[in-house]
């Protein structure tokens, strides 16, 4: 739900019969999660909702989509972002500032391809943590590529491409820790890695946010990241998968094997499956399990990690398979999976039990 013109994913969410946006709608109706993670929404770049959000939720969620009952997400957040957000110097070296290539994180206008979470439970906004303005050189052990980059650009370039947030949710009086981010894309770049090294780098943040690494400092000042043996659910696009694509897959590896993370959903029997990714044939070969792709490029991309502390029921990916009824909410008319049918990742869901 992200557009090039600042402004036009509203505009077009005015339309109460948007049909992609229906079957987007749909797919949540019927997965009817308690806390959703949507990637590229559009919305501010300095955080809050212009009416986008609240229009997906009212004239599209509240209402049935496809047969699928409506749902309702009383709570929401629009963290700001670094997307399209102009940088003072030049990054790309062409000797002037122009979107998207010379702002924070690429995007076309401030906001681009952000990302929004909505709840049925109450989100403790004040208690909300950000590392959007961490710059790249200040995280230790940084894969900056080097030289590639002016002084000045690095002295003022930050490391995360949109937000890396820490959300907690109060669910029946009970403290459950959103871990929220959607790092760039491994890929655009040149010799220099520049995008690989900046992935790395931004799983590396979450790892540290999860750590509770001392050298972070959050952009209220505070120290820190996550509290010591807190509950807590890690969710995003991460860009990155262990088995393919063209990440460095050093930082996803320590991520998903990580002694907090819940191993068996991390990489274990309970990883989130599918029956219709089977049906999938990338276009280069693959080595990961087709059942647990995420993306249409066949791979696994998109993640929901609850911490290893917490009691997990079940899990899935939503992609039907061809005899499933709701494949249609997945295809185009000619029944083809393609990006402008819904969208080029599909939904992950983990269920977990909060005692």
């Known amino acids: ?23 987007l709608a749909a797919i949540i109706q019927h997965v009817n999660p308690d806390v959703l993670m949507l990637c590229e929404f559009d919305h501010p770049g300095l955080g809050g909702d212009d009416g986008a959000v ?16 409506a749902v309702s997400y009383p709570y929401r957040y629009c963290p700001p972002s670094n997307t399209g957000l102009a940088m003072a110097n030049d990054l790309d070296g062409d000797g002037k500032i122009t979107l998207p290539n010379d702002a924070q994180g690429f995007g076309e206008h401030h906001g681009h391809f952000s990302f929004v979470i909505l709840s049925r439970y109450p989100l403790l906004d004040e208690e909300i943590k950000s590392w959007q303005t961490l710059r790249w050189q200040d995280l230790p052990g940084h894969q900056m590529p080097e030289g590639y980059y002016s002084a000045a650009a690095c002295a003022e370039l930050r490391l995360s491409s949109k937000n890396h947030v820490l959300v907690p949710v109060n669910v029946g009086g009970a403290i459950l820790h959103l871990v929220c981010c959607h790092p760039t894309p491994p890929v655009f770049d040149g010799h220099e890695k520049r995008n690989a090294r900046r992935n790395h780098d931004e799983l590396a943040l979450l790892t540290a946010i999860i750590e509770d690494a001392e050298h972070l400092v959050d952009d209220k000042g505070s120290s820190g990241g996550l509290p ?27 991520l998903l094997l990580h002694p907090t993370i819940h191993r068996s959903v991390s990489s274990g029997r309970m990883t989130p499956k599918s029956l219709g990714g089977r049906f999938l044939r990338p276009w280069q070969p693959r080595r990961g399990r087709p059942s647990e792709w995420t993306h249409i490029s066949g791979l696994r991309l998109d993640y929901v990690l609850p911490s290893a502390n917490l009691e997990v029921l079940q899990s899935g990916v939503f992609w039907p398979d061809k005899k499933d009824p709701l494949r249609h909410l997945i295809t185009d008319a000619r029944g083809r999976e393609r990006p402008q049918a819904g969208s080029d990742h599909r939904l992950v869901w983990v269920d977990i039990a909060l005692k």
């Not at 739900?1 to 079957?23: C, T």
């Open 1 to 23: 739900m992200s557009a090039a013109a600042s402004g036009e994913i509203l505009r077009q969410l005015e339309q109460p019969d948007h049909e992609r946006f229906s079957k």
């Open 54 to 69: 609240a229009r997906f939720c009212q004239h599209y969620l509240a209402l049935s989509q496809h047969g699928q009952p």
């Open 228 to 254: 010591r043996d807190s509950r807590f659910v890690v969710m995003g696009d991460l860009n990155a998968d262990m088995a393919d694509g063209d990440g460095m897959k050093r930082a996803i590896r320590d």
